[in-house]
Structure formats: C-alpha cells, structure tokens
C-alpha cells in the first residue's frame, strides 16, 4: 500500500516468465546429482510448504510420474512442465534453456575442441600423461555408472517381480545389440506388473503414492493457488495434439530420409539421436547403451565416434550440472564441430520436449491414473536392469586392465561409501591414473 521513493517490491515485482528464467538459472549451474538431486531441487523450491509453491506436493508427485512415462529426460522434461505452468509456453522454453545451458556450454566447447586438435602434435611426454588420465577417466566413469546402477534397482527393484524384470532386462540389453529392445523391456515390464496387481478400489503399487490416495477427490483441490494461475496460462489442447503430431511426422521424416542411399550425413547425425530420444526410457543413464549402439557399436557403414571419445564424454558429463542428455552436446561437437553440437543436442531433447508439451494440456485427466502408477513400476525396474547393463558394456571396455579395475573401485567406493561428490570423483580418478599406472609399470602391480 505504502508508495514512495524507497518502496522498490511493487515497482520491482517479476513477470511469471522473469521468475522463470531467475529460477532455473540459478538450478542450471548448481543442478549436480543426476535426476533424483534435481527432483529433489525442484521439489523443495517449487512444491514444499515456504517454497515459492507454484506446485503442490501431491501435484508434483504426478507431473514426476507423467515424465517417467514418456521418453527423454525427466528431470529436464520436469522442469520443461514446471515452467510452462508458470508461464506458458514461452516459460516451458525458458526453464528448459536455463536448465540446461551451463552443461550444453562446456560440453559442447569441450568436444569441439577436441574435434580441432585431435590431429595436431603435442610433445610425447605430455600425450603420453594425458593418455593416462583419460584412462583414469574412463575407469571412474565406470565407477560411476557402478554406483548409478546400484542405487536405481535398489529403488526400482524392491520386490521378487521387479527384480526378476530388472534382471531379465539387464541380460537382455547386454546380449541383443538393437535399439528397438529397450522400449520392447519397457513396455513388458509395465504389463507385467499391471498383471501382476491387485484389483480393488485402491491400488497400491507403490507408484506416486499421493496422487493416486486422492485420486477420488476434488482435482482442483490438489493445485495451488500459483498453479492455478499458471495452469490459466498454460498449453491450450489444440497446441498438444499439434505438438505430438510435430514429433510423430519428424520421427518418420528423419528416420526414412537418414535411410536413403544419399542422405545428407547431418540428417543421419540427427535421426540417429533424434531416434535415441524418441524411444529411450528410464531416465538419463539408460540412454547411454542406446548412444553407444546408435554411435559407437553401430551396424551401419557410419563411423560416427570411437569407443574413447564416447567415454571421455561421459566422464565429463558426469563432472557438470545438468543431465546426461547434455552428453549429446559433446558428442556432435567431436563429430561436426559447432552445428554438430546443437545439432546432436536439439535433436536427443526435442522428442522429450515435444511430448511433454504435448501431455501437458491433459496432465489433469492423466494423473488420476491409478494404473498408471503400477505400471510405471515395472517400467522403472526394467530400466534400472538397462542401467546395469550399460555399465557392463562400458567396464568391458575400460575397466580391463588392474590400474584400471583399481581405479574404478577406488571411485566407486569413494561415491558409494564416502559420499564423494560426482565431479570431485570424476577429478580424482583421472589424477589417480598417472601415480598408480606408473606403480604397475615399475614394482607394484607387477
């Protein structure tokens, strides 16, 4: 009520949009943790009591579940919904850039350096310490992906069905090279568990618990008041059906033009992650075995990446904020420098992007699905088996020799055990490599 010279909040007070952009601008760069620390970022500044409640509780539990039933990135598709909430379209773009742009910057930057000096001549000695430290990056990248797969089937996998889908899921995904499995793993393991439950007016799969306790009761009453205003601002229907149509045309387009004989190798480039974004489940670690068969392992005459640079990524993914989908950045730079990066980027996010968009409208009819919720059991214990699959492939490759395997352990361990954090793990297992690679060359492993 007061107006003067001094009273700045009434002449100060930000658009929903400004809020936005200040919001996961500031999450961008301190988004560590993969997807459960930035659920967890996310809930406690936007959902719990004191926050800046644009969300409730109950309704943030079902938005998460909505994102772990589509493909790509859910915590970026999480972030995607909170701002297009707030508002609107422009704010969904908004909270997606924020997000994720400190992570795009260095990886791109990254893997378009190592495009441009890949061929040029360092001293011997140099290359040669380097070499060893992109081994121990290799090595604690494993560890890593160790550790990220113990803590997603325990989670995921609680009980004797979920851990027979994990395991079934696992063994599968590191005997079959082909992309189409993973949705196929998913998609079984959604049916198994949904057959599995026990009907009755009160599901308890051990889903999204408080959306489906009140499923029965008045929706409004689950959303707060900034929801309610944001939810006026958000995605009208008509937009969503357009936008799921937008992804289904360009998933079909790509995929068959990349297939013909003189396709433009930039259009392979794209299909190849738009494709991995269109059909990878389960969160940002389990694109990673889809990345390596599509890049790396690939059938096709493409030779996209070795095995090195694909690992040297990874390691460095896991040292930034953001989620691992930022990996695309580096992995377009190395291969078509600058319009590589945003290629590749644009490409593995869109289909994620895309979809949650075009859900967002109906978010209100889907999260009242009890179904749903026991489905999504199965699918995550299916992913969680990807994930273990995907760190057996990687420690086959770079966990082979004792420095190695030392390395690995050391890291895994370090995170495991000691509460290491992530990029200080990652540091710490290339600074390792040179000191215990030169103990087995000289007495110690010998």
Known sequence: KAVGPFHFAALFTMSPLTLVIKEFSKLGFIAFGGPPAHVALMLKRFAEPGSLEWISGDSFASLFALTQCLPGPSSTQ????????????????AAFVCFDLPGFVVLATSGI????????????????????????????????????ALTIVKKCAPDPLTKKLALLSAV?????????????????????????????????????????????????????KSEKAGAQKGLPKPLGVALFLVWAVLLLVLWAW????????????????????????????????????ELVYTQSAEHWLTEADFVRGFGLVQAMPGPVFNLSAFLGGVVAGLPGA?????????????????????????????????????????????????????????????????????????????????????????????????????????
Request: proline share 5%.
């Open 342 to 446: 945003l290629l590749a980027w644009a490409s593995l996010f869109g289909p994620g992007l895309l979809l949650i968009l075009a859900a967002l409208p109906f978010w209100q009819e889907i999260q009242a699905s009890a179904s749903m919720a026991t489905a999504l059991k199965g699918v995550n214990a299916s992913a969680s088996g990807l994930v273990v699959a995907a760190a057996l492939i990687l420690g086959q490759s770079y966990a082979t020799s004792l420095p190695e395997q030392v390395i690995a352990m050391l890291c895994f361990s370090g995170i495991t055990f000691f509460g290491v954090h992530q990029a200080l793990t990652v540091l710490l297992g290339a600074l390792l490599a040179v000191p215990i690679f030169w103990a087995n060359e000289t007495f110690l492993f010998a």
């Open 258 to 293: 990349a297939d013909l004989p003189g396709a433009p190798r930039m259009v392979r480039l794209s299909c190849a992650f738009f494709r991995t974004g269109s059909l990878v489940w389960g969160g940002g670690q389990v694109v990673l075995p889809m990345l390596l068969r």
């Open 78 to 93: 999480l972030a995607t919904a909170l701002g297009g909430l707030q508002a609107g379209l422009p704010g969904a773009i």
């Open 113 to 148: 350096t190592l495009r441009m000096y890949k061929d040029a001549e360092f001293d011997e000695g140099m290359m040669d310490v380097l070499a060893t430290m992109q081994k121990g990056l290799g090595a604690a990248s494993v560890g890593l992906l160790c550790h990220a």
């Open 172 to 224: 599968a995904a590191t005997l079959i090279n082909s992309a189409l499995l993973f949705p196929i793993l998913l998609l079984l393991g959604g049916i198994a568990t949904r057959a599995a439950a026990k009907p009755g007016p009160s599901s308890q799969g051990g889903g999204t618990k408080p959306a489906d306790s009140e499923a029965g009761g008045d929706k409004a009453a689950l959303l707060s």
